[in-house]
C-alpha cells in the first residue's frame, strides 16, 4: 500500500517533471488517499489527525486531533480550540449547510467557521442520503499555525450510516485550498461558479483569482484576469460602484450576466490613481456582475481586491413623498439610516432604518396614522418641522411603538403603531391645521427592514375643493386667495404642501357652482 509520504513524494516529482506554475502553486496538499473509515454512530464519533492520519474512538485516545465528526441521530462536526467548519458561502447564517461544491475555496477569506452539522434537503451547503458531500475545515496544526484542509464524507440511506472516504490538507500554513483539491494544476477559473464572491453594500474586501482567471475583452478594452463579483440591488436607483486597490491599477465593469457576451451596463471611468468606477442605473432584485480586471498583460495582484458600493441617494425629511388620505405604501432599506426621536418630554427613542412622509391636512382636524402589515415591528413618529440630521432628535408631536389598530387585526406576524388616543408612545390629541405641513418618520423598532401600509384617518376633504370662503362657488374670490398664496402652503388645493398651477388647475376645472 502507498504511504502518505509516498504519494506525496510521487506528486512533487510529477510536478518538477512538468515545470508547472500552477501544479507548484498546489504541491504543499496533502492528500489522504481512499481511507473509507466508519463513522460511529454516538455521541464520540470518529478523531481524526490529519497531519499523522490517527484515528481513535475518543479524544484522549487520538493525540492531537483536528476534527471530530460525531452523533447518533445527526452528523454534527465538533470545534475545539483552533478548529472549525466552514459554511457554504450560498448558507448565509444556518449552521447546518456545510456541504460544500467542489473547487470551493476554504481559506481565511472563507465563510463562518465553527461547531456546525450535516442538514439533510435540497438548499444550497445541505446534504444527501446515499451520496457524498465535503465539509472544509480549519486546524492548529503541530507547527502551532493555521492550515485549511476538505473531508469528503458519505451518507448512507439513514443519517447514522456514514463514512470517512478521504481528506486533504495545505501544508503551508494560511494558503487557501480548493473543496476536493488533491494535488495538481488548479481548475479554471468559471466566472459562474456559486462559490465566487458576492459584492455587498458599501465597502468590501474581494477574494481575487489571479492564478486561473482569464481575460475579458469589453467596453473599455481588455481586463486582464478578469474576476466576476455578483451583486443584487436592493433598489431602483443609481449605484456606484468603485475600486482603488493599492498593489495594482484596474478597470472596472458591471455586466447583466457573467460571460463575455453578456450586455455591458456600466463601465468604469477614470478615478483613483489606481482604479476606476462604473455607475448603473439598477432595477431592484435583479442581479448583475461586477468585473474587476487588470490594466494590462503585467499587471500584478494580490489575494484580494477592495470594491466600494455606493446605493441610490435616500429620501430625508426635506424630500418625503406626499401622504395621500387613506393608504400609503411604505418599505424600509437595510442600509436606510436611523432617526432619534423626542418620545416624551425626558426621553428619547431610535426608530431604525428610517423611510419618510409628508402630509399635508385639507382640514383641520384630530387625524389618525396607523401602520399595518409589516411582519417586522414597526414604530413611528410625527413632527411639524425636519430635524436637522439623523443624530438631531425630531421633535414629534406624536409617537408610537406597538398598538394595534389595523382592521385585518394583530396576528402572530403583524405589528401596527397607531398614533392616536391613548396607546403607547405619545398620542396625537392635537388637531393637524389644514394647509401645514407634517412629517411621518418610520422605521423598524431596534434594525432591519419594516414594510407594509400607513392608513391615514380623518375628517373628510372639503366637498368643494377651492371654494376657500365656503360661500358654495369657486370664483375670483377663491383665485385672490390662490394667487395671494402662491408658493406658500396657505392657498393649497392638492394637499402636495404648496400653492401653485396644480392647485390653480383645480379651482378652474371646478369653476362656478359647486356639486
Known amino acids: 500500500m502507498t504511504t502518505k509520504r509516498e504519494r506525496l513524494s510521487l506528486h512533487f516529482a510529477a510536478c518538477a517533471a512538468t515545470v508547472s506554475t500552477a501544479c507548484a502553486a498546489s504541491a504543499q496538499i496533502a492528500y489522504s488517499g481512499p481511507v473509507n473509515i466508519t463513522i460511529p454512530a454516538n455521541i464520540d464519533g470518529l478523531y481524526l489527525n490529519v497531519e499523522t492520519g490517527t484515528t481513535g474512538s475518543s479524544g484522549s485516545a487520538t493525540a492531537g486531533w483536528d476534527i471530530n465528526p460525531y452523533g447518533t441521530s445527526t452528523l454534527s462536526f465538533y470545534a ?25 475555496p476554504i481559506g481565511a477569506a472563507s465563510y463562518f467557521y465553527g461547531s456546525s452539522a450535516a442538514t439533510i434537503g435540497t438548499l444550497p451547503g445541505q446534504w444527501a442520503y446515499s451520496a457524498t458531500g465535503t465539509v472544509g475545515f480549519k486546524f492548529l496544526a503541530s507547527d502551532g499555525l493555521t492550515h485549511y484542509g476538505w ?70 478594452g481588455t481586463f486582464y484576469k478578469a474576476n466576476y463579483y455578483r451583486f443584487t440591488a436592493v433598489a431602483d436607483g443609481t449605484f456606484v460602484f468603485e475600486s482603488c486597490p493599492t498593489d495594482s491599477a484596474v478597470k472596472v465593469a458591471v455586466l447583466t ?3 463575455a457576451s ?88 431610535t426608530i431604525g432604518s428610517v423611510t419618510w412622509f409628508k402630509f399635508v391636512p385639507p382640514v383641520t382636524g384630530l387625524y389618525e396614522f396607523d401602520l399595518c402589515g409589516s411582519v417586522n415591528d414597526t414604530k413611528v413618529a410625527i413632527a411639524s418641522e425636519c430635524p436637522a440630521s439623523s443624530t438631531t432628535a425630531l421633535a414629534s408631536i406624536a409617537y408610537n411603538d406597538d398598538a394595534c389598530a389595523c382592521a385585518s387585526g394583530c396576528g402572530t406576524s403583524l405589528y401596527s403603531s397607531r398614533l392616536f388616543g391613548t396607546n403607547t408612545g405619545i398620542p396625537l390629541t392635537q388637531e393637524l391645521v389644514a394647509g401645514t405641513p407634517y412629517y411621518a418618520v418610520i422605521g423598524a423598532y431596534a434594525v432591519g427592514v419594516v414594510s407594509g401600509t400607513m392608513t391615514i384617518i380623518g375628517p373628510p376633504p372639503p366637498a368643494c375643493p377651492a371654494d376657500f370662503n365656503g360661500d358654495g362657488i369657486r370664483d375670483g374670490l377663491d383665485m385672490t386667495v390662490i394667487l395671494s398664496n402662491w408658493g406658500m402652503p396657505d392657498g393649497d388645493v392638492n394637499g402636495d404642501g404648496v400653492t401653485d398651477g396644480l392647485d390653480m388647475t383645480v379651482l378652474l376645472s371646478g369653476w362656478g357652482a359647486c356639486p
Open 257 to 259: 450576466a457573467c460571460d
Open 80 to 104: 475545539a480550540t483552533g478548529t472549525g467548519h466552514m459554511r457554504n458561502p450560498a448558507a448565509g447564517t444556518a449552521t447546518g449547510r456545510t456541504r460544500l461544491d467542489a473547487d470551493t
Open 151 to 220: 473531508a469528503r464524507i458519505a451518507i448512507g440511506s439513514a443519517i447514522g450510516t456514514r463514512t470517512l472516504v478521504d481528506y486533504a490538507w495545505e501544508q503551508s500554513a494560511g494558503v487557501t485550498i480548493l473543496a476536493g483539491d488533491q494535488g495538481g494544476p488548479p481548475p479554471s477559473y468559471n466566472p459562474c461558479a456559486p462559490f465566487n464572491p458576492s459584492a455587498q453594500l458599501f465597502s468590501n474586501t474581494l477574494v481575487f483569482n489571479s492564478s486561473t482567471a482569464t481575460d475579458l475583452v469589453t467596453c473599455d
Open 262 to 349: 453578456a450586455t455591458v451596463v456600466g463601465c468604469g471611468a477614470s478615478t483613483c490613481a489606481t482604479g476606476a468606477r462604473a455607475t448603473i442605473t439598477a432595477t431592484a432584485g435583479t442581479t448583475y456582475y461586477v468585473v474587476i480586471g487588470g490594466v494590462d498583460a503585467t499587471t500584478t495582484f494580490g489575494s484580494t481586491v477592495p470594491l466600494q458600493v455606493m446605493p441610490p441617494n435616500l429620501a430625508t425629511c426635506d424630500t418625503a413623498p406626499v401622504a395621500v388620505y387613506g393608504a400609503n405604501a411604505f418599505s424600509t432599506l437595510s442600509y436606510a439610516p436611523n432617526q432619534l426621536v423626542n418620545s416624551s418630554a425626558t426621553a428619547t427613542a
